[in-house]
């Protein structure tokens, strides 16, 4: 493996994101050669119900310090509140197919965002699975063959989802926080799927926070790449593929210009030798609300 590799992922939340920031990051990638991994959530968009979380104080700092309205916008905000959620598989089926087309790697991030980050920890086993299997269903649908990966939204991950994912054709999953590729144990048994471990903080988890801002944040982020190690980083199709494009941009040209290549997480896996067992733990993280899935 190269010593400064890159695994880029592309967490897909939203409507928006899907018809706005995914077609812009699919231009960029290709202008700079890059593939890299998309997680698309293809069910109802009801993202706009997290509003309700501004009760938390923790959830309303990280909205403020982020200026998440001026970020997302009012259409990302109310997204399923006032009115029912749209279906984005069902109507930008042929965006997820083009970034398939264009040769980036395919994974699930959920049927519907909202309630497996809100809610995971409290549904059942079947509750898990049907999720999954929806979302799996129209990926492959719209994609012409299964999904390889899926990411939890908001690397919530327990032991009950990671079980209920082992029956999924998934190659690898990416669902916690952590340092190196391993192998999950659930119930003393270590499972085929292994885990690829977000390592690098988030846009919106280090914006505001010990005195970065966008001015500096390029320079912050190139900071946490660790030449020999693994190097995952995730960026978002709202934000990345938004109003900070052009920060994304230089960020890249950066980069490359020291000798970093981006490339999907499927490549990271294929390359990994010697594939360790670990746990996940549920975690408080710096920067975001709740709890983690951290590997351990």
């Known amino acids: 493996m190269s010593n400064k590799k890159i695994g880029l992922r592309i967490d897909v939340d939203t409507f928006r994101g899907t018809k706005v920031g995914v077609p812009n990051l699919n231009a960029l990638f290709k202008k700079y050669d890059i593939k890299a991994t998309y997680y698309f959530s293809v069910g109802p968009d009801n993202m706009g119900r997290h509003l309700w979380r501004m009760l938390k104080p923790t959830f309303a700092w990280k909205m403020l310090r982020t200026n998440a309205a001026g970020l997302y916008g009012p259409e990302i905000i109310l997204m399923g509140t ?58 492959t649908e719209i994609c012409g063959q299964a999904p390889v990966s899926s990411a939890v939204p908001g690397w919530r991950c327990t032991d009950a989802l990671l079980t209920e994912k082992a029956k999924q054709p998934f190659t690898y999953n990416s669902d916690c926080r952590g340092k190196f590729i391993f192998r999950p144990v659930v119930d003393g048994k270590a499972l085929e799927q292994v885990q690829v471990p977000v390592t690098m903080p988030t846009y919106d988890e280090v914006l505001g926070r010990d005195g970065v801002n966008d001015d500096n944040y390029n320079d ?7 030449p020999g190690k693994l190097n995952v980083l995730t960026i978002h199709a709202e934000a990345e593929g938004g109003k900070c494009l052009e920060m994304f941009e230089q960020y890249i040209i950066r980069a490359q210009k020291d000798g970093w290549s981006f490339v999907t997480l499927g490549e990271l896996v ?17 920067g975001r609300e709740g709890w983690l899935g951290v590997q351990r």
């Open 82 to 139: 006032m009115w029912p959620g749209l279906q984005i598989g069902k109507h930008l089926g042929h965006i997820i197919k083009d970034s398939f087309d264009a040769g980036h790697e395919m994974g699930l991030h959920s049927w519907d965002h909202h309630r497996i980050q809100a809610k995971i920890d409290k549904m059942s086993p079947q509750q898990i699975e049907e999720a999954l299997t929806k979302g799996v269903n129209c990926l």
């Open 220 to 226: 912050f982020m190139l900071s946490q790449l660790k």
């Open 270 to 286: 294929k390359e990994a030798k010697d594939i360790p067992d670990g746990k996940v733990a549920q975690e408080a993280f710096p």
